[in-house]
């Protein structure tokens, strides 16, 4: 739900998207980090939004990390 969110601020599509892991952190909603695969060996870091049940809020790409590999740490960002 997040892909075109990222693809419209990095001015670029992803043939391939697909989540691979993912951690949450309980707010005043939910936050998902998520690392992503996004083709060759390049990874990105999302860390997305749900909002409480009754606010009835999309889930809102909040920031995200590039340049990363498969080994490197899925953590709070």
Known sequence: KVKA???????KTFDVFTAVEFKTQLVAGTNYF???????EEFMHLRVFKSLPH???????????GSKTKKDELAYF
């Open 5 to 11: 969110q990222l693809e419209e601020k990095e001015g």
């Open 34 to 40: 998520i690392k992503v695969h996004v083709g060759n």
């Open 55 to 65: 606010e009835n809020e999309q889930l809102s790409l909040h920031s995200y990390q």
